[in-house]
């Protein structure tokens, strides 16, 4: 029996200095603040500077995560990486950071879950503290989403900007930490958002703009009913396997995609507005980065309590979803 929860020690993140706003992508596409603010309730995006590698974004966040856990470097036994947009294919963001950070004593890997990556990462980490294989894991959530934007085509280009978000992981006292989870994938309707890599078929090449191969697409209108559907049923069911009234539940915090997605699901549920975590106002789509970077600023705002009730759900390419209900300890 285990005599021991699994929680979060510490957070962090990083958002690049350079702001795009939506007054500045009027000047780039035929868009309007307006129109954006209306579809999406963004407002402007954190970009990373062109010549900067992104990896630099996950060490730092890295760095600030390990620091409020109390822990250093050669504390980390593993490092995660959820990234959809790796410098490199090898090696892996996991060891550039773990490099970057001189966390010499740590394993280190990638996960690409799209924007569920860092809810997948959370629940692979899980497992290796409670079965003592590992102790401390970091789990960095790293996207450089501006380096895959097709900058010409307005339905994609409003919507993403970059930043890491990153947790430690590790043992808690048993009332504290993950309660359940819930993962989910859809590789069926995989092809409604896409990023090609080391091969693109022709049916993707003909989505794009000519030379603008390897940038994400996706159905718009499928992307978001799937998404208001599997953010309502990936909470539901993590709410349920926890024996749990909704009511109990203190704080959401989702992928931040679209408010109308939040706003959506909210409704579903029956759930005040006030009780979600909403930041894409200032961050636009961050992919997995998303949930950490929230995670972190509702830490630091002191909105979260030990013994509070929250849910961490995304959804996103793959199709994936997944959720974690957790019990605030830190």
Request: with cysteine; hydrophobic share 40%; aromatic share 6%.
């Amino acid at each position: 029996m285990v005599e021991f929860g699994v929680g979060i020690l510490g957070t962090g993140k990083y958002l690049p200095e350079r702001i795009l706003t939506n007054e500045d992508l009027e000047k780039m596409v035929d868009t309007s603040d307006d129109w954006i603010v209306r579809r999406t309730g963004m407002k402007r995006r954190h970009l990373l500077d062109d010549n900067t590698p992104s990896y630099v974004m996950g060490a730092e966040a890295a760095k600030l995560a390990i620091e409020d856990a109390g822990l250093t470097p050669s504390d980390i036994d593993l490092i995660i990486v959820s990234t959809e947009t790796p410098d490199y294919l090898s090696p892996s963001m996991a060891c550039l950071i773990q490099k970057a950070i001189n966390a010499e004593n740590a394993a280190a890997f990638d996960v690409n879950a799209a924007c569920t990556g860092f809810v997948y990462s959370l629940i692979i980490a899980q497992q290796f503290i409670q079965t003592g294989y590992y102790k401390n894991v970091l789990i960095v959530a790293n996207e450089g989403l501006s380096r895959v934007v097709d900058w010409q085509n307005r339905n994609t280009c409003v919507l993403f900007g970059d930043a890491a978000g990153a947790v430690v992981l590790g043992r808690v006292d048993k009332k504290y930490g993950i309660q359940e989870s819930y993962l989910a994938s859809f590789g069926s309707l995989g092809h409604n958002l896409t990023i090609p890599c080391c091969y693109i078929s022709e049916e993707d090449r003909q989505k794009r703009n000519e030379g603008k191969e390897r940038v994400v697409w996706q159905d718009g209108s499928e992307v978001f009913t799937f998404a208001v559907r599997s953010m309502t049923d990936s909470i539901m069911k993590v709410v349920e396997k926890a024996n749990k009234p909704m009511e109990d539940v203190d704080l959401i915090v989702p992928h931040q995609a679209n408010l109308r997605i939040i706003n959506g699901a909210a409704k579903r549920l029956d759930v005040d507005e006030s009780k979600i975590s909403v930041i894409l106002h200032e961050t636009g789509n961050i992919s997995s980065a998303s949930v950490p970077v929230a995670l972190d600023m509702e830490s630091k705002r002191g909105r979260l309590n030990n013994g509070d009730t929250v849910v961490l759900v995304a959804f996103g390419g793959g199709l994936t979803c997944g959720s974690v209900l957790l019990t605030w300890g830190k």
